[in-house]
Nanobody
Framework: QVQLVESGGGLVQAGGSLRLSCAAS????????MGWYRQAPGNQRELVAG???????MYSDSVKGRFTISRDNAKNTVYLQMSSLKPEATAVYYC???????????????WGQGTQVTVSS
């Protein structure tokens, strides 16, 4: 089994900061991709930021310069540092990981349960 556990969400005032964490556990050989997605009520789920096995990253245009994604491969954990938060960032944030399992090397996609981020105005 592979599980993703997210933490760090909460209520913050506009202009504040939050750091989200997503820890993967289970029969993992490698994590090939980890990313953060968000979904606000009535909206489609959208990619916020992603990071590859290396250090290649990608960001939504709406968060560039304010959000930073990073990962600790030894801990199988990805982080999303969010600063200068705006009310429009209010959403449920989901972690996604594409992993190669062990001992049999199969590739699967997993989603976390989501963590609520609310930015007050």
């Amino acid at each position: 089994q592979v599980q993703l556990v997210e933490s760090g969400g909460g209520l913050v005032q506009a202009g504040g900061s939050l750091r989200l964490s997503c820890a993967a556990s289970g029969s993992i050989f490698s994590i090939n991709f980890m990313g953060w997605y968000r979904q606000a009520p009535g909206n489609q789920r959208e990619l916020v930021a992603g990071i590859s096995r290396g250090i290649s990253t990608m960001y939504s245009d709406s968060v560039k310069g304010r959000f930073t994604i990073s990962r600790d491969n030894a801990k199988n954990t990805v982080y999303l540092q969010m600063s200068s938060l705006k009310p429009e960032a209010t959403a449920v944030y989901y972690c996604k990981a594409i992993v190669t399992t062990s001992p049999r090397p199969y590739e699967f996609q997993y989603w976390g349960q989501g963590t609520q981020v609310t930015v007050s105005s």
